[in-house]
Each structure stands twice: as C-alpha cells, then as structure tokens.
C-alpha cells in the first residue's frame, strides 16, 4: 500500500504574532511525509533539493516511512527557501521571500522501484511537474489526489487545466474554488470544478473546517476550535497527509471512507498549528492522533429524533 | 409549554444582489415567532407595533400559535422601518434607514395572561427592554435566552452587561462575540463571555455554521452549504426561533438537547434565507422541516473506527 508523494522540500522563515523562527524545515511534501507516515509506509517522496538538506532531517523522514530514491540531490545548491510573515488574524499572510534554487529546475523522475505505488499525493507544487509525475507512472494510481494554490491560478492555468483532467480529488481553499470556478457560491463552485476533471471535490475553509463534494453529495467537517493558532504553516499539507494516509490505510476509495479521511486529515491539521513548523508533528504518538479524533466525533455527534 | 418571545415588529425593505422589495414584514420577535410556532404553542409575544402592523400580518402570526396580548399598538404611529442594502458576498451590508417609530418610547408590559411562561426569548432588542421583561416576570422561566448585536455593544454596553448576568443562553456572532470578549481566539472569547453570566454561549458564524459553548464542553453545527443566499435577513432570529422552539417543545435544557436545537435552528434558517423576509418561513410545513433536518444529518454524519 505504497503512495507516492510529490512537493517540494524546503526551508522556511516563519513570522506569527507569537514569535518568529529564521530556519525550519518544510515544503508540501514533507508536512505531508510527516502527517501521512503516521498511517502508511513507505512514503515514497519525489522531489528536490540542494546540499543544505541536512543528513538529520532525512534521517528523521526515514525513520518515518519516507524513501528517497525519487528525491534529486544537487550538490553545491540550495534547497527552496520560503519566508512569511502572518498578520494578527492568521487568516492571511506576506511572503517576504521566495528563493527558488533548486525548484527551478526540477524535472522530475519516478523511479522503477516506486512502479506500481496504489496511491498519488500530488502536493503543491508547478502543475507542469504534477503533470510529468502522472505521465511517467505505468499504471494508474487507484487514487490520485491533487493540492494546488491561488499562485499556479495566476501564472499557469492552462497547464493547471491539464492536469485537472487527470485527477480523482482536488482540494483547493474556499478562495481558491472561487476564482477557479468564477463563482461566489460554494456549491456552484463545486459543480464548476468538477466538470474540470476531478470527481470529488475538497475545499478547506481553515478555521471553518472542510467540505468534501462528490456528485450531488456534500459532506461538512468541523475545525477543532483551538485556543490559539501558532503557526499555520503546512496546515494544508498536513491535512492532505493525514487525508491521503488514511485512504491508503484503509485502501477504501469510496465518499464514505473519505469523509472519514478528512477528519483525520482535520486531526493532523489541528496539531500541526500548535508549533513552528513540523515540529508538533514530530511529537505526537498514535495515541495523542485517536483522542484528537475522539475530540472531533463528539464536537460534531448529536441526536435527533424525527417523529 | 409556553414561549414569551420580546423583540421587534417592523417593517423592512431590503436590496440584495438578486433583488429588491420596498416593505415586508420583519423585525426579531416576527421571524422568532415564525420559526417558533412550528414546534411550540403558544408563542407570546412581547413588542410595540404602530396602527400600519395589518390585521393580515397578525391574523396570519395567531394563526401559527402567537399571542399580542403583551403586544402594544400605538393608533397614529408607524412600526419600527429598516432598511439595508446588502453586499455582493451577503456577508456585510449597509443599514441605509433606521426609522424606530414606535419602538422609542417602548416599555414593555408582561400581561398576567404571560406569568409562569417555562421559556423565555429575549429577541435582538434595547437591552433596558429586555431587562424590564425579565424583572417582570413572577416566577424565572427554566430557560432564558437571549439574542443581541454589537449596535448594543457600542451604545449601551453596561446595560447589556447587566443583562448578560440574568440569563442563561447567549447568542451573537463571531465578531460580536469578539468585541463583547475583547478576544481574538473563539474559545478564549467564550471563556470570558460565560464569566459575564451565561453559561451556555452560542457563536452564529453564518455560511461557517454554529458553535456551543458550556463549561469546557463545545459542539459545531454546520450550516447546509447553500447554492444561493437569496436574503440573510432574519437568518439569525429564525436561528433563535428553531431553537427556543425545539428545546421549548421537549422541556428538556441539556446541553445535548441544546445541540439539536441548533440543528433545528439552523435548518430554519436555511429556509429562511432562501426568500425575501419572512416570505419562505410562512409557505415550509412539517415535512420541509424534517427533510432539511435529515440533509444536516446527511451533511455531518461519519463512522470511524479507532483501534
């Protein structure tokens, strides 16, 4: 039950209102190798990066499933850099700096040892490499998940559309569907993004939780309300990991198994905002996972009688 | 199983981007009123209306169980006049007049006929009248809620203070609870609002759905994920009505039974919204009800298995 996961790999500069941290490790793919080893192995990764991605950090991801063989080292370069700083409401942010490097170039390579992987996390990441890494797999993942951002909307939407068409699931944020789609309206965005290609829909609303659509179906689930957000850096990609993770667990590709796939996805979303970075990842046990999920059906349980 | 509901009766005329009506009947204690008396007669209302309020409007209102013997009409004046404009997002509008009439020189008188009420709603109102309402009252009902907005915030916040110390179910919406609480975070705001005097607060969050706070307890309600907005006014006040109306109908104060509630409440105010004023509240039968309390359940509903 392998899954193979593109995205980048990166270091971050992150600024919140509650502090400010000059380098920590991030980038789609490994929020999404952290949250997702929790429940499948091995994490197959594609990506890239310089000589600055320390032994330690690849180490810390090996231990947790993830492989390296489709992950490009370029010796005398630097890994992507990204630095952010988040306003008061958290809701929005500055990118202050965005050094490409390595990312420039990357041309991906799937290699023959992750054939025939069952599952595809394509993170946020150039639609363009998205696209290669379809191209270059033997046979059709059983599922093939889809991150992408406001940013590949601007500059590279034909090649976004191209890589719509061949895709199972997309998940975008509430704003993102809007200017996709060009509607205000949720559900029409909906119905629109999904004549692009994508069978089931999933639009993150941060705090406000997560609605998944399929069809003329809709499922609603809850953000944990949290006392205090800390950092949301690689919330999102930590929700498709935990998404991802659970349906490759569980090996169920049906709307019921992924309304349970985003809460847990949810679950791994509301730890990783406690700290800097992946670092509340990197803490949390099997046990801590089950009571945050436990947290979730009872803010979301309740009784009705219909007489 | 007596409900005294207090608020406003009016008139409105609203402009949305879909269109625009030049009067309609509206203002809390009517949009409470009608959502209310689906499940719970009689429904006795507490307000002022002037001699324009029809016959029309309160035969129609009795027919669904309201009582107006607490309601006071002044000949030769005009009711309360509101009217707003809302923006293309529905989310924001712009209050264009604010005619209050009548409802200046309100001081409410609770008849005999009312004493002994078990619920008790205090629709979005002057703080100084909800109150009077209150100490009127011979016997405390078993459950006082209470509904307001930031407006009372800003002009008479000691005086809604005071009320806040009488009852036992606050609802206001997210940024009210924010500017009430002088807290960003949700649940810090709820901390401090449950310090002021309700135990129970309910945070409205719209098109994000609904929170309940008690204790260190809390529960989400979605909100049904609509294609169109066609007017949010009243959304709130319906909200009130479907949840008076359903705890009223089963005695029952418990935070669980408080969590179907605002199921209820919400699915009235999906239909609510879906209509000019109170237009789509007046047509909806039992059936409707029930059906669109089925498509929350639909909506929330998900099985996980923690091993």
């Known amino acids: 039950m392998s899954v193979i996961v593109v995205g980048s790999m990166a270091f971050d500069a992150i600024e919140t ?13 490994v929020y999404v190798a952290y949250a997702a080893g929790n429940f499948v192995k091995p994490i197959q990764l594609v990506s890239i990066i310089g000589a600055d991605f320390s032994e330690e950090e690849m180490a810390e991801l090996k231990s947790r499933g993830a492989q390296f063989e489709g992950v490009e080292i370029v010796p005398g370069k630097k890994s992507f850099f990204w630095s952010g700083r988040y306003h008061l409401d958290m809701n929005s942010r500055d990118t202050l700096i965005t050094d490409l490097n390595v ?13 025939g992987a069952e599952f595809l996390m394509l993170g946020n990441l150039d639609p363009t490499v998205q696209k290669k890494v379809i191209q270059q797999l033997k046979t059709r993942p059983k599922l093939i998940v889809m991150d992408t951002m406001n940013f590949w909307m601007e500059i590279a939407l034909p090649q976004l559309e191209e890589v719509l ?12 569907a809007r200017q996709l789609s060009g509607q205000f309206s949720l559900v029409k965005a909906a119905r629109e993004i999904m004549k692009m290609g994508p069978k089931y829909l999933i639009i993150k609303k941060g705090e ?21 957000v800390f950092d949301p850096t690689g919330a999102g990609d930590t929700f498709a990991g935990g998404f991802i993770g659970h349906i490759a667990k569980t090996k169920d590709v049906s709307f019921e198994n992924m309304k349970t796939a985003i809460i847990v996805g949810s679950a791994m979303a509301s730890y990783c905002v406690e700290k800097f970075g992946p670092e509340r990842l990197r803490e949390i046990t099997k046990e801590d996972i089950d009571n945050r999920i436990r947290e979730f059906v009872q803010l979301v349980n309740f009784d009705i009688e219909l007489v």
Not at 103 to 115: H, T
Not at 214 to 226: C, G, I, K, S, Y
């Open 208 to 228: 406000h939780g997560a609605l998944l659509f399929h069809e003329e179906r809709v499922f609603f689930a809850p953000a944990l309300p949290l006392e205090e």
């Open 165 to 176: 068409k061949l895709v199972d699931v997309l998940m975008v944020n509430d704003s993102e």
């Open 103 to 115: 990312l420039a170039d990357f041309n991906p390579v799937v290699p023959e040892s992750y054939q």
């Open 17 to 29: 209102p509650f502090g400010k941290i000059d380098r920590i490790v991030g980038g789609s793919a």
